[in-house]
């Protein structure tokens, strides 16, 4: 099994993350043909193989968060574009026993989506969850997208090309994050960290 391969099987299976990765199959499969992709096409553009393509369109893997990047900055989407069912109108209450979680391969990284998906939009709001001592580095999204991040618990090294700033609780910082980036763990217990994502413009 490559690493492609076991990073989308990172996660166990319940019927979350099943539900979850049946919404990501049907969305991606609709977006890809949207814009006459083949998988193929996909697969050479995303930098990941065919296989890995079809069997998260078929709902047989859970891509964890970096290859979803991958795929999305490949069909030129926001993140949520893959996740959103389309239901929409009037109050949405998000259950935290419902939310949707995306975890790193080896799971020391994860962010809940605390937003609805469903419509388009430019902007996403994350609550992510670092293990101690840890580091999650990200590719640059789509040109002129931001990220705005406030630190809730722990001591955070935020990294955006040459630039880099350490956060403590209560701290924010707001950066362009069409540059590779990354963010590190630098306390001994859990961090806690609310990001919201800024899209240049709204696509779906």
Known sequence: MSVEEEAAH??????????????????LRRLRTKRGLSLEALAKQAGVSRA????????????????LWKIT?????????????????????????????????????????????????????????????SLEEAEGHAPGTTENLTVSKGKIEITAGAEH????PGDSVH??????????????GEAVLFLVMTYAQAVG
């Open 175 to 188: 950066f362009l994050a069409d540059v590779p980036h990354s963010y590190k763990n630098l306390s001994g």
């Open 73 to 133: 900055r490949a069909l030129g989407v926001p993140f949520a574009a893959l996740m959103g069912s389309g239901a929409g109108g009037g109050m949405t209450v998000l259950k935290a026993d419902k939310a949707k979680v995306l975890s790193s391969r080896n799971g020391s990284f994860s962010s809940r989506a605390l937003f609805p998906f469903d419509s388009e939009r430019r902007v996403e709001f994350y609550e992510l969850t670092m293990k101690p001592n």
């Open 10 to 27: 990172s996660i166990g299976p319940d019927a979350r993350v099943d539900e979850l990765g049946a919404v990501i199959g049907i969305n």
């Open 165 to 168: 700033a350490v956060l403590e």
């Open 52 to 67: 890995m393509i079809g069997q998260i369109e078929g709902g047989r893997s859970m891509p964890t968060i970096g290859l």
